[in-house]
């Protein structure tokens, strides 16, 4: 386990799924757990950084030392890790819902039609918002979860959204991705990549902030 210190850092992490409501019982969401996130964060603060861990719906203890900061839909999670600024770094480790229902239903919608339809809106895109901000953190880290072609994806990601590293998963794969205690990891950069795991992901999030520290610019 590495001993790197990141005292004097301040770090923001996000962490976990969102929920966009369509009803007082209904909702559109990502299967995160959190882990992932709240081991950064933990890990972050046991090496001596101020971390503010912005959570989405998790069921998940708050690491020691970390101020958190509990909100529902991404619209809350943007609020939350804009207000959080500015940080050192900015870790965005939660699986933010792309698509929000336009109008959210003051009532439980019946059952009554064999189909029904649902008007979704795009969320507020999180990450670039963050990588192009006027008080942007030094160092920018998005996470992506794919199916499939994950390079291909995730250097777009990289690329599109203005980011330093994309720390990029396979979902789907037993043993790793959501839900699991472990997970696999490639960090991609504008030259350069590296695989971290398979290994639990408490260890990952150390090998993933001394990756940090390396493109840290002196």
């Known amino acids: 386990m ?8 301040r770090i923001v992490v996000s ?6 409501d369509i009803d007082p019982v209904r909702f559109i969401g990502n299967r995160s757990s959190g882990k992932m996130g709240f081991a950064i964060a933990e890990a972050a603060a ?18 020691a030392d970390v101020e958190r900061i509990d909100v ?4 809350q999670m943007r609020e939350a890790v804009i207000a959080a600024l500015p940080a050192d770094a900015y870790i965005g480790a939660a699986a933010v819902a792309d698509y929000a229902p336009a109008v959210i239903a003051p009532g439980k919608i019946k059952k009554k039609d064999e189909q029904l339809t649902l008007e979704l809106v ?4 999180i990450l670039a918002e963050v990588a192009v901000h006027e008080r942007r953190p ?34 789907g794969v037993a043993g790793s991705g959501f839900e699991s205690d472990d997970n696999a990891l490639t960090v991609y950069w504008a030259d350069g990549a590296l695989a971290l795991g398979p290994a639990p992901k408490t260890q990952l999030a150390d090998q993933l902030l001394d990756l940090i520290l390396t493109r840290w610019p002196a």
Not at 15 to 20: H, I, K, M, V
Not at 72 to 75: G, I, L, P
Not at 122 to 125: F, L
Request: charged residues 25%.
């Open 2 to 9: 590495s001993a790197a210190s990141l005292s004097g850092r």
């Open 15 to 20: 962490a976990g799924p969102t929920f966009e």
């Open 46 to 63: 046991r090496r001596g950084a101020k971390v503010v861990l912005v959570a989405g719906p998790v069921s998940l203890a708050t690491p």
């Open 72 to 75: 529902r839909s991404a619209r």
């Open 122 to 125: 795009r969320t507020p895109d």
């Open 138 to 171: 030094t160092v920018v880290v998005g996470f992506a979860a794919e199916t499939h072609d994950v390079e291909f994806y995730a250097r777009g990601k990289l690329e599109k959204k203005r980011v330093d590293m994309i720390a990029a998963n396979r979902v």
